[in-house]
């Protein structure tokens, strides 16, 4: 017995001690492995960043992050040594995959290796977690000697943020794109128009801003609400503005995907240009939130025109390959009530409201996949209801969705995951209940939002390759302060973070929880908005 409770406490105190250590090296996601060693690497007053072709922009991304602490001088490959090495070698990713990173401090300074530039770049940010929060507090910062091997569990770690319903603008828009490299994320959905706002410059349209960007009054109080704020709100993207953002976020290793809303969540194009719509009384942008009357005219010839200049545009701005075109809670009412819709979907052969936005939507498709691009769209492109307030009969669907699709889930039972990855197509897990950053922090507290696993239970192995990763979704309806937005977002931005790197088996909450205090000092230090119920430590 006395044995047993020796046993026993000599593994508790082990247990302690690997806490210890982990904490020591507080870097959030977790990394795969960490192994500290004794020593600590004091960085001098000026160092050399030595880096070959491939991590130029990272050296120069490095000596900026560095400023505050040391000056840093960037070098051509020449030795390692008492400095910090970049270097890229593309067998790592047999072991470590495309994103993975080694990093290494030891006496002789700083070495990150990574299979391409995104690899070294997320070696960085490990890197600029372990700077002291306060650069001005000592001259001398010693980082403790430790080797780290990491790597991500999914290739898609998205941010979503909804500029439709409130405009932000783009030194926010820097400022996430900042924090979500800080956590090695690496796609930005960007949620552009919206049926209370088209918030992107179409030059062959100019009354897509001109019109659909401004609206007089806005919803406030909640979803039925008869309260207005008393304010007109607008604002929109130039294309040069946006031009600028996608370069800032190609430097940080992050893909810009916009989404363009249809058929429904039209009003404001429609406001704009009345002839898309199908109702035909639509004369502003709406001042209300939630699921409104109607859409595209998806019966008109010039709808598709208007929707493929706009795609082109689209298309030439951003220089990733896949466009997120929404799809979500269409109202069929009006398809239903349009005389012009019905006898077109006659033409087509179409039996329900579901099989012709499936129609619409595969043409969409066809004409992204003619242009080297790839159609994302929430999961109502694939039919089937998933809502209550949908008519049965409505959401039937014998129309086949295009195979190339990536659907991003949200809504509905998570078997329809099985359906869709059983049926070849790619999907992203936002399940709303676990993700959407509009949701309080009683329905999705923290430690909920950490417990998020994006492949869901009972998902054979052979499909877990057909789920590219996850999202988290900064919805705005009720969201209109930047202040109200960093609320919302941080901390749980960091969970997210760690349910799109860390390896299931390695995620640890009161590791998280622990580690994610210096980061919130961190946040608070730049000005960043945290959750109230998070600005004590000791609060979960």
């Not at 470590?96 to 960085?124: C, D, M, T």
């Not at 789920?467 to 969970?495: H, K, T, Y």
């Amino acid at each position: 017995m006395m044995k047993n409770k020796k046993l026993g406490l000599l593994a508790g105190l082990l247990l302690v001690a690997n806490l210890l250590v982990a904490q020591s090296v507080s870097v959030i996601p977790q990394p795969m492995k960490v192994v500290q060693k004794d020593g600590v690497f004091k960085l001098p007053a000026a160092i050399n960043i030595i880096a070959d072709t491939d991590n130029s922009d990272n050296a120069s991304y490095l000596k900026e992050v560095l400023m505050p602490y040391s000056k840093a001088s960037i070098k051509k490959m020449v030795k390692k040594g008492q400095g910090i090495t970049l270097t890229t070698n593309a067998t790592l990713a047999e072991s470590l995959g495309e994103e993975g990173y080694q990093f290494e401090i030891s006496k002789q300074g700083i070495e990150i290796n990574g299979a391409n530039a995104a690899g070294v770049f997320y070696g960085i940010q490990t890197l600029r977690q372990m700077l002291p929060i306060d650069a001005s507090a000592t001259d001398v910062y010693e980082l403790p000697f430790v080797s780290i091997e990491d790597q991500p569990r999914f290739s898609w770690r998205a941010f979503m943020l909804d500029e439709a319903r409130y405009f932000k603008g783009e030194e926010q828009v820097k400022k996430l794109l900042d924090q979500m490299a800080l956590l090695k994320m690496n796609v930005f959905h960007w949620h552009l128009t919206d049926d209370q706002g088209w918030r992107i410059e179409i030059k062959k349209y100019p009354k897509l801003t001109e019109v659909g960007a401004f609206r007089s009054n806005t919803q406030t109080g909640g979803w039925d609400s008869k309260e207005r704020s008393g304010k007109p709100h607008s604002g929109f993207y130039t294309q040069e503005q946006i031009k600028d953002i996608i370069s800032y976020a190609q430097q940080r290793h992050i893909t810009i995907v916009p989404e363009i809303e249809m058929p429904g969540h039209a009003s404001a194009a429609i406001a704009a240009y009345p002839w898309l719509g199908t109702i035909g009384e639509l004369t502003e942008v709406p001042v209300v939130f939630g699921k409104l009357p109607d859409s595209f005219n998806v019966a008109d010839a010039r709808v598709y025109e208007f929707l493929e200049d706009v795609l082109d545009e689209v298309m030439a701005l951003f220089p990733e390959n896949i466009v997120h075109i929404g799809g979500d809670e269409v109202r069929f009412e009006a398809w239903k009530n349009s005389e012009t819709v019905q006898d077109f979907m006659k033409v087509k052969g179409l039996k329900t409201p579901a099989d012709l936005q499936v129609y619409f939507t595969n043409r969409i498709s066809n004409y992204l996949d003619a242009n080297k691009h790839r159609m994302m769209g929430w999961n109502e492109i694939l039919g089937g209801n998933v809502h209550e307030w949908q008519k049965a009969e409505d959401v039937e669907v014998t129309e086949q969705l295009a195979k190339s699709a990536i659907i991003h889930f949200w809504k509905g039972s998570p078997e329809l995951i099985n359906e869709a990855v059983q049926g070849g197509y790619d999907i992203v897990n936002s399940y709303h209940i676990y993700s959407y950053l509009d949701y309080s922090y009683e329905y999705i507290p923290l430690e909920k939002a950490y417990e998020f696993n994006p492949i869901p239970d009972g998902l054979d192995a052979k499909y877990h390759h057909k789920v590219l990763g996850s999202g988290c979704q900064m919805w705005g309806e009720w969201i209109p302060e930047v202040r109200d937005m960093d609320n919302m977002v941080f901390p749980r931005l960091a969970a997210y973070a760690e349910v799109g790197w860390t390896a299931q088996e390695k995620k640890d909450y009161q590791l998280f929880r622990a580690n994610l205090d210096e980061l919130i000092a961190k946040w608070k230090k730049e000005g960043i908005q945290v959750a109230p119920s998070f600005e004590k430590k000791d609060l979960k």
